[in-house]
C-alpha cells in the first residue's frame, strides 16, 4: 500500500485541502435519510417545510458529516489503524440540494503512543464548506496512525 500517510508525515499546522468536491443531490439526501431511518420531515417532506421558515427541504445533517469525513479519507486517515473518537461536530449553516460541499482538515496535534511504540495520535479539524466559500460543518477527531518505520515492507496487495 503506498497511499495514505503515516505518523511522521503530518505535520503540526498543516492544512490539507480535500478535493474535488461533491455536489449534493435531492436523490443522495432523501436515498441517505431513508438508509439511515431518519424520518424526520425536514429531510423527506417538501410539503411541511414548504410552510417553515427555509420554505424548502434541508439537507440531512450526518450526510454533510459523513461527506465531509468520506472526503479527508484520502489525505487523512487512509492508512490509519482507527479512528478513536469525533468530537465538537457542529452544523453552522444550511445545506441545500445543489449546493457543492469542499472540506479542508489542519493537524492541530499529534502525540506518539504511551503504549505502543509503532503508532501515534494525529488530532484534526476538519471544516466543510459550500460554494460560497461558508463553513456550513466543523468537527474534530483523532485517529491512531501508524509509524513508517514499523510499518514498511508489509504488502498487503493479494497474492503477494
Request: hydrophobic residues 35%.
Amino acid at each position: 500500500m503506498s497511499q495514505g500517510r503515516y505518523y511522521e508525515d503530518f505535520e503540526v499546522g498543516e492544512v490539507y485541502r480535500h478535493w474535488p468536491g461533491r455536489t449534493i443531490t435531492e436523490f443522495d439526501d432523501t436515498m441517505f435519510s431513508l438508509m439511515t431511518m431518519n424520518q424526520n420531515p425536514l429531510h423527506i417532506d417538501e410539503h411541511y417545510c414548504s410552510q417553515l421558515q427555509h420554505g424548502k427541504r434541508l439537507v440531512n445533517g450526518t450526510f454533510v458529516f459523513s461527506l465531509a469525513v468520506g472526503m479527508s479519507v484520502a489525505d487523512m486517515s487512509l492508512r490509519s489503524i482507527a479512528t478513536l473518537v469525533y468530537e465538537d461536530i457542529q452544523h453552522t449553516g444550511p445545506v441545500w440540494h445543489g449546493d457543492t460541499i469542499y472540506a479542508e482538515s489542519t493537524v492541530l496535534d499529534k502525540q506518539e503512543s504511551k503504549s505502543k511504540p509503532d503508532r501515534g495520535i494525529v488530532y484534526i479539524a476538519t471544516r466543510a464548506i459550500n460554494q460560497k466559500g461558508e463553513t456550513v460543518l466543523t468537527y474534530r477527531r483523532k485517529i491512531l496512525t501508524p509509524k513508517r518505520v514499523f510499518d514498511e515492507g508489509r504488502n498487503f496487495w493479494p497474492g503477494k
